[in-house]
């Protein structure tokens, strides 16, 4: 029921700026236009369940609310946060009873992946059996947050986070609202929308604040009505919000992939951008020094030695002098990773080995290279016809070390790069002493 003075208690800019038509929602056309999948479901007038995942202000509960409008379905909101089975079971109830009149129920659930499994599971036969059209809002990746089961029954939409465009559409809307323009430069305008970070919600509030600059008597510090506010004043007004980013979730994961990535394609200045916006979201830099002494191994391997050096240095180094000082050691590993040369012949050759030691069972080593600690193994053969490296010309015997029903491998195939360069010219140079043992019928060692 609506209060009698409730027309009259101010509201936030944002919602009253809320849209009141699918098509008034920014920014995310690739879904509501009339031939994306959530504007033709509208247009045929049937509408399936839904799990809507984006960022946060991308527009969400605006949308759950304008689908319910359009089709005629009754809204339902619930919030998993503040919500239980308690409430599931009521809504579910009056759901129902509105079947039996024959109205439709669109049920709304902010933060669904707050629910654990056991209530996911809850909402699976009202789905099935449509008593209730279920649209889920989501920050968090479905894939990790949400029952297959329920995934199986609802269509994911992925939203975006609101670009330029779309932020320069809701600042016009507001100063419309207004009745005047922003007291803004035009550099601190593009500053207003840079902090907003995408999310169309937190840019409204941070206008709304520039807005109420001056509108009190003699206005607020040092602005006067008139005057413009640049960057630096802009700064001390607004508070900047920090990085959209989850330690324990999917931002946390895909930050660390854009590094990794930066680094395996020698870009420097990207991996060093990337550092960055970990160490500006919180998180913990012992774990960026473990991707880098990872990275070291997997993708420089011995195409530079050193790499891996660096990166265990770097990590006692922060672990000495703590942060912040210590997170330049870190900064330092990130640019030697990114410039030094890159291969992956070790990782994929430890790959291979495993599979091949896996696939080849229990085979044993050959007898000539057992030690025969006992009368019985030298009896046995153990160690018979072993050559001793040491004491061939080349020092290289070049003796077959693979077990036997098992035929030579190749699994580590070194780059012409770095340092690996030289490692192949050596394994190039013993494979053409095997060679030339086998064409003249013995070993290298002259057995």
Same mark, same amino acid.
């Given at each position: 029921?609506?209060?009698?003075?409730?027309?009259?208690?101010?509201?936030?800019?944002?919602?009253?700026?809320?849209?009141?038509?699918?098509?008034?929602?920014?920014?995310?056309?690739?879904?509501?236009?009339?031939?994306?999948?959530?504007?033709?479901?509208?247009?045929?007038?049937?509408? $399936?369940?839904?799990?809507?995942?984006?960022?946060?202000?991308?527009?969400?509960?605006?949308?759950?609310?304008?689908?319910?409008?359009?089709?005629?379905?009754?809204?339902?909101?619930?919030?998993?946060?503040?919500?239980?089975?308690?409430?599931?079971?009521?809504?579910?109830?009056?759901?129902?009873?509105?079947?039996?009149?024959?109205?439709?129920?669109?049920?709304?659930?902010?933060?669904?992946?707050?629910?654990?499994?056991?209530?996911?599971?809850?909402?699976?036969?009202?789905?099935?059996?449509?008593?209730?059209?279920?649209?889920?809002?989501?920050?968090?990746?479905?894939?990790?947050?949400?029952?297959?089961?329920?995934?199986?029954?609802?269509?994911?939409?992925?939203?975006?986070?609101?670009?330029?465009?779309?932020?320069?559409?809701?600042?016009?809307?507001?100063?419309?609202?207004?009745?005047?323009?922003?007291?803004?430069?035009?550099?601190?305008?593009?500053?207003?929308?840079?902090?907003?970070?995408?999310?169309?919600?937190?840019?409204?509030?941070?206008?709304?604040?520039?807005?109420?600059?001056?509108?009190?008597?003699?206005?607020?510090?040092?602005?006067?009505?008139?005057?413009?506010?640049?960057?630096?004043?802009?700064?001390?007004?607004?508070?900047?919000?920090?990085?959209?980013?989850?330690?324990?979730?999917?931002?946390?994961?895909?930050?660390?992939?854009?590094?990794?990535?930066?680094?395996?394609?020698?870009?420097?200045?990207?991996?060093?951008?990337?550092?960055?916006?970990?160490?500006?979201?919180?998180?913990?830099?012992?774990?960026?020094?473990?991707?880098?002494?990872?990275?070291?191994?997997?993708?420089?391997?011995?195409?530079?030695?050193?790499?891996?050096?660096?990166?265990?240095?770097?990590?006692?180094?922060?672990?000495?002098?703590?942060?912040?000082?210590?997170?330049?050691?870190?900064?330092?590993?990130?640019?030697?990773?990114?410039?030094?040369?890159?291969?992956?012949?070790?990782? =994929? $050759?430890?790959?291979?080995?495993?599979?091949?030691?896996?696939?080849?069972?229990?085979?044993?080593?050959?007898?000539?290279?057992?030690?025969?600690?006992?009368?019985?193994?030298?009896?046995?053969?153990?160690?018979?016809?072993?050559?001793?490296?040491?004491?061939?010309?080349?020092?290289?015997?070049?003796?077959?070390?693979?077990?036997?029903?098992?035929?030579?491998?190749?699994?580590?195939?070194?780059?012409?790069?770095?340092?690996?360069?030289?490692?192949? =010219?050596?394994?190039?140079?013993?494979?053409?002493?095997?060679?030339?043992?086998?064409?003249?019928?013995?070993?290298?060692?002259?057995?």
């Amino acid at each position: 029921m609506t209060g009698l003075f409730e027309s009259q208690a101010p509201r936030p800019l944002a919602d009253r700026l809320r849209p009141q038509a699918l098509d008034e929602v920014v920014g995310q056309g690739h879904l509501l236009a009339p031939e994306g999948p959530i504007g033709r479901m509208v247009r045929s007038g049937r509408l $399936a369940s839904l799990i809507l995942w984006g960022p946060p202000g991308c527009g969400k509960t605006t949308i759950a609310r304008l689908l319910a409008a359009e089709t005629d379905l009754e809204f339902e909101p619930l919030s998993a946060v503040f919500s239980g089975v308690a409430d599931l079971r009521k809504v579910f109830e009056r759901a129902k009873q509105r079947r039996l009149a024959g109205r439709g129920t669109l049920l709304f659930v902010d933060e669904i992946h707050r629910f654990n499994r056991a209530q996911q599971d809850g909402f699976l036969p009202f789905v099935e059996d449509g008593t209730v059209v279920l649209v889920g809002a989501t920050t968090e990746n479905p894939s990790f947050e949400l029952n297959p089961a329920l995934l199986s029954r609802a269509q994911v939409m992925v939203l975006k986070r609101l670009d330029e465009t779309a932020l320069r559409e809701l600042l016009a809307r507001a100063e419309a609202a207004e009745g005047r323009d922003l007291p803004l430069t035009p550099e601190a305008r593009q500053a207003l929308m840079a902090m907003a970070d995408g999310d169309g919600r937190y840019l409204l509030n941070l206008a709304e604040e520039v807005f109420a600059l001056g509108s009190g008597p003699g206005g607020e510090g040092t602005w006067k009505a008139g005057d413009k506010l640049d960057t630096a004043a802009l700064a001390q007004v607004v508070q900047k919000r920090a990085p959209v980013y989850d330690k324990g979730q999917e931002s946390h994961y895909n930050l660390i992939s854009a590094l990794h990535k930066s680094l395996r394609g020698s870009d420097c200045d990207a991996a060093l951008y990337w550092f960055a916006r970990m160490l500006a979201g919180g998180e913990d830099p012992h774990y960026i020094a473990r991707r880098l002494v990872r990275f070291a191994v997997e993708d420089i391997g011995l195409a530079d030695p050193v790499a891996l050096t660096q990166s265990v240095a770097a990590w006692q180094a922060f672990e000495r002098i703590g942060s912040p000082e210590g997170e330049l050691a870190l900064a330092q590993a990130v640019v030697y990773l990114a410039t030094a040369p890159k291969s992956n012949a070790a990782y =994929k $050759a430890f790959g291979a080995a495993q599979r091949a030691a896996r696939d080849s069972g229990s085979l044993a080593p050959p007898a000539h290279i057992l030690n025969a600690p006992t009368k019985l193994m030298s009896e046995l053969g153990y160690g018979k016809g072993y050559a001793y490296d040491h004491d061939t010309p080349e020092g290289f015997s070049g003796q077959d070390y693979f077990p036997e029903g098992l035929p030579r491998q190749s699994f580590y195939r070194p780059v012409e790069r770095g340092f690996e360069r030289d490692v192949r =010219k050596r394994l190039e140079y013993w494979e053409k002493l095997r060679s030339q043992a086998a064409r003249a019928g013995k070993d290298p060692a002259g057995g």
